[in-house]
C-alpha cells in the first residue's frame, strides 16, 4: 500500500473488483501466525497476469526517450 500512496479500504476495493472481474484470485492464509489475524493472499489469474505484462509493456513504450512522433507543420 505504501507503493501506491492508497490507503488500506481503497486498496482492497480495488482488490475486490479485480477479484469480481477475474484477473485476481483470493484465499485466506491456513497458518496464521498466533495472536496475529489470518491474511488474505492474492494472485494473479492468467487474464490478470496478461493484463499487467500488456499494461507494463504500454508504459515502457510511453517512456522510450525520442519516440519518432509527428512534427506538425514542419516539412
Given amino acids: 500500500m505504501k507503493a ?3 490507503g ?7 482488490l475486490e473488483r479485480c477479484e469480481d472481474a477475474g484477473l485476481v484470485s483470493s484465499r485466506w492464509e491456513e497458518d496464521a501466525q498466533p495472536g496475529k489475524p489470518r ?3 492474492y494472485r494473479l ?12 509493456a504500454e ?17
Fill in 8 to 14: 488500506g479500504p481503497s486498496v482492497y476495493r480495488i
Fill in 4 to 6: 501506491t500512496g492508497l
Fill in 59 to 75: 508504459r515502457r513504450q510511453a517512456r522510450i526517450p525520442g519516440r519518432l512522433r509527428a512534427a506538425g507543420g514542419i516539412a
Fill in 39 to 41: 491474511r488474505r493472499l
Fill in 45 to 56: 489469474s492468467p487474464d490478470g497476469a496478461a493484463r499487467a505484462r500488456a499494461l507494463l
